[in-house]
C-alpha cells in the first residue's frame, strides 16, 4: 500500500510540473525593447538607471552588463534579477555593453544590445562608431620607390594614429617590421624589396577604429629581357603583322618599341602591352621596306 502511494504521489508531482508549463505564456517570440540609457551612449556621469519596456507574462528580468563587449567579454559586471524595469548601477569609467532577458519559468525573451561608454570627458567621441579611409598608396601598388609616403583620412576625436606595416602579411605578429604611433595623418618610411600589407589604427581615451588592410609591393629587381619569337629576324612579312615574344614570368608589363633605321635613333611608334603578343595593321604606315 505504501509503494502505490508514493508513485501516486510521483504521478501528481510530474503532473503539476507539467501542468505549469502548459500554463505558461510563450515569450520567446517577443522582443524586449531597451530605452535607457540610449545605445552608443557617452556620459561623464557613472551614475546610470537603466530603464526597459515591460512584456506581459514575463515574471522577472535579468540585467545583464559586460566590459567591454558581449563578443569580447573582459569582465561580467552584473547579473541581476527582479521585477522592476528600472535599475539603477553605478559604473567606473570605461566602456560597456548591457542586454535584458524577460523571463517566466518556461521562457524567456531576447533584447538588442546597447553600448554605454563612461568617461571622464562626455565630449570624447566613440571612434568605433566612425570608419577610418586609407588614401595612398592605393590597394596592390607595385613601385620601384623604396621612400614610401603613406596617407589616410583625419578623425575628429582621434588622439594618434598607430601605423603598422608587416611582411609579408599580418597573419603572424612577428611579421610587422614597424609600429609607429603619430599624432598627423601621414607616415614615410624607406622599406626594402618585398611584398607588405599595412593599415592604421586612430585612438583616443576610450577606444579605437581599425582601418581596412592594403597591399604594396617593393620591386628592385628587373625583369630578364624578352626573347623575340615572331616575326624572325630578316623576315618578308605583309600587314597585318602579329609579334610574338617570350617574357620573364616576373615581368607585369612589355613595351614594343618600332624604328625605322638601322640605328635605333628615330621612334616612330611605341606600344606598353600586359599581353605577349600584339598585332600591326597599319600603325607604321610603312609601305615598303626601303
Not at 3 to 25: H, P, R, T, V
Not at 79 to 96: I, M, V
Amino acid at each position: 500500500m505504501k509503494k502505490i502511494n508514493f508513485s501516486f504521489l510521483i504521478l501528481i508531482l510530474i503532473g503539476i510540473s507539467a501542468c505549469a508549463d502548459f500554463l505558461e505564456q510563450d515569450i520567446s517570440e517577443e522582443e524586449l525593447q531597451l530605452n535607457a540609457p540610449a545605445n552608443n551612449t557617452i556620459t561623464n556621469n557613472n551614475n546610470i538607471t537603466f530603464w526597459w519596456d515591460s512584456i506581459q507574462w514575463a515574471n522577472v528580468y535579468e540585467l545583464q552588463i559586460v566590459k567591454p563587449s558581449f563578443s569580447n567579454i573582459e569582465e561580467l559586471i552584473l547579473l541581476h534579477e527582479q521585477e522592476a524595469t528600472t535599475f539603477a548601477y553605478s559604473l567606473d569609467t570605461g566602456k560597456y555593453e548591457w542586454k535584458v532577458i524577460a523571463k517566466n519559468s518556461a521562457y524567456h525573451t531576447t533584447s538588442d544590445t546597447f553600448s554605454l561608454c563612461i568617461t571622464q570627458d562626455s565630449s570624447i567621441i566613440d571612434l568605433s562608431t566612425l570608419n577610418l579611409s586609407l588614401l595612398e598608396p592605393n590597394d596592390g601598388v607595385a613601385t620601384a620607390e623604396t621612400q614610401i609616403d603613406f596617407l589616410w583620412e583625419a578623425l575628429e576625436g582621434a588622439d594618434g594614429y598607430r601605423f603598422q606595416i608587416a611582411s609579408p602579411n599580418f597573419d603572424n605578429s612577428a611579421y610587422i617590421v614597424e609600429e609607429e604611433f603619430v599624432l598627423t595623418d601621414n607616415y614615410s618610411t624607406v622599406l626594402a624589396e618585398g611584398n607588405y600589407q599595412w593599415r592604421v589604427r586612430a585612438e583616443n581615451s576610450i577606444g579605437f577604429v581599425l582601418s581596412e588592410t592594403r597591399e604594396l609591393n617593393i620591386d628592385l629587381t628587373a625583369p630578364s629581357p624578352a626573347t623575340l619569337i615572331s616575326p624572325s629576324d630578316g623576315d618578308l612579312v605583309s600587314l597585318p603583322i602579329t609579334f610574338s615574344w617570350d617574357v620573364d614570368p616576373n615581368s607585369t608589363m612589355d613595351t614594343l618599341y618600332f624604328y625605322d633605321d638601322f640605328s635605333l635613333n628615330n621612334n616612330i611608334l611605341k606600344i606598353a602591352t600586359t599581353n605577349t603578343s600584339y598585332e600591326i595593321t597599319n600603325e607604321l604606315n610603312i609601305n615598303n621596306c626601303y
